[in-house]
């Protein structure tokens, strides 16, 4: 929780490690708890846009993401 805090709270500390990822991939998105989801949303933000304050505001980077899984998986 606290990494998603400062990625929310510090706009300079979100672009510094938006910068350390050219791509994220996720393997078994369909495991993925919302906080890892909240996680990656504002690490794979299109940095030319304003740092969203919620992560349903994220606009991402168009092909920096790329998550994979299988709903019939599902735990």
Sequence with gaps: M?????LV????VRRYFQAKFDR????EFQDTDPLQSELVAFLAE???TPAAAHWQQVQLLPGKLFV????KQSI
């Design 9 to 12: 709270a510090s706009e300079a």
């Design 46 to 48: 299109d940095p030319s």
């Design 68 to 71: 994979v899984g299988d709903p």
């Design 24 to 27: 994220i991939l996720v393997d």
């Design 2 to 6: 606290r990494a998603r805090d400062v």
